[in-house]
């Protein structure tokens, strides 16, 4: 039993045996052919040479790249080092391409290193465009030449080395240039806005200033239906022989708006010490003539003082053949210039727009120019605006020696401002042969006129010269102040500073002190104190003399 069971055993065990050799034998056969199937593949891909010329100004990169360096260890293995070196230089010159790119679009100062960026990118370019290199290194079809890719890379190395240093030291520049010429670009775009916004609130200044407010409006009206209503009150009157007295003193106010003339009589006559001596002729449109005769009726001047109103079209002689402007007026090209587009053209030149409002060819402001024709018996006449406020006797103006000069007027010019430079255009051969640039411009709006000297040296000639060749607007723009300068020039005397002052329609900068020494305060600007648009620190010096025990001026709302 026991013999029976060992050999049983031995035969089992000889059984495992021969199939684990079995198996492993299967196993080593299988291994075997796939290595000669590797083998076979990698000996055909070996012997497939590729070709090695390419287009050297194209770089290699990727699959192309990789799979040239693949083949360069079969072909020559100088050829993994020239795919390197030639790498190397194609990204330094895209790189420094780009830095060139950005460099134009930074439109600074930085032409230089532009100019050395654009040649460091041609230098790279150049050396691979090289014929000894092109033969040598990439069209050929042998063995690369060490000591010419030795040579190769010894320039492409001097350049990279120049690229980078070059991009280190302009890199920080093109930092901070790049916030300058942002920080420049919102300084012009802010400042754009600014001018734009500087024309509309001129322009709407403008508009505010030359509109008629509703409470003027509403006066006018009810003074001419006062004067519709009651005829019989307001019949004509004889001149009184006091309008044409030489040893009285005669004020000239030339305006439209019956509630800034009566300002300017009540503060003379307020301030006067004699005020039955003083006579006032007031001039304006035949619009307002009634109305502003109606107002001196009901409220007649106190102390005795006298006033006279007549119309632009009471004197005959000023027509279109004698006057200038009037024949100007005329004229269908300067009436478009003035008169159509008015929004557009000031919006389009903020700088120069007051001048196209056509008040400035309306005959109440040139009238001044005529005084003695129209006050043919006076020896002396005070011209003074509608928008200025009297404080103090003015008796004294009559007094003042001015040694034969036509116009007493006071300087305004300060430093470079105010020269005659500002008014008339110098680049005209007739202004720069007859006029310094350089002299001092004077203010209209009270000044003292010697009308004897007035006639004896032609002013109103000399003023029609000057205004009939300045048609075309080439000699100077609209306005009175530049004719005034002109005709005037050698004739003027200056007064002191205290008996006028000016800008209290514009300069909320004036002392105090220096507005409580004048004699005449002047309004001019476009914040004129009878608007809304006044400035509230000065508004008060005109306010006292308006009348409001006048019912109208009660009615229309003034002063409220």
Known sequence: MAVAVRGSRGVGNGGFNAALRSFFSYRILVSAMFTLLFLATLSVLLTSRPPTSHDPSMPISGNAYVQRTFFALNSDPLKTRLDLIYKQATDHMTLVNAYAAYARQLKLDISRQLRMFDDLAKNFSDITAKPNYIS???ESEGAVEEDVLRQFEKEVKERVKIARLMIAETKESYDNQIKIQKLKDTIFAVNELLIKARKNGAFASLIAAKSIPKSLHCLAMRLVEERVSHPEKYRE????QEFEGPSLYHYAIFSDNVIAVSVVVRSVVKNAEEPWKHVFHVVTDRMNVAAMKVWFRMRPVEGGAHVEVKAVEDFSFLNSSYVPVLRQLENLKLQKFYF????ENATKDASNMKFRNPKYLSMLNHLRFYLPEMYPKLHKILFLDDDVVVQKDLTELWKIDLNGKVNGAVETCFGSFHRYAQYLNFTHPLIRERFNPKACAWAFGMNIFDLDAWRHEKCTEQYHYWQNLNEDRTLWK??????GLITFYSTTKS???????????YNPSISMDEINNAAVIHYNGNMKPWLDIAMNQYKNLWTKYVDNDMEFVQMCNFGL
């Open 340 to 343: 159509e587009n008015q929004a």
């Open 495 to 505: 007064l002191d500073k205290s008996w006028h002052v000016l800008g209290l329609g």
């Open 237 to 240: 009157e004889e001149p009184k």
């Open 478 to 483: 609209l306005g009175t102040l530049p004719p």
């Open 136 to 138: 040598s290194l990439f």
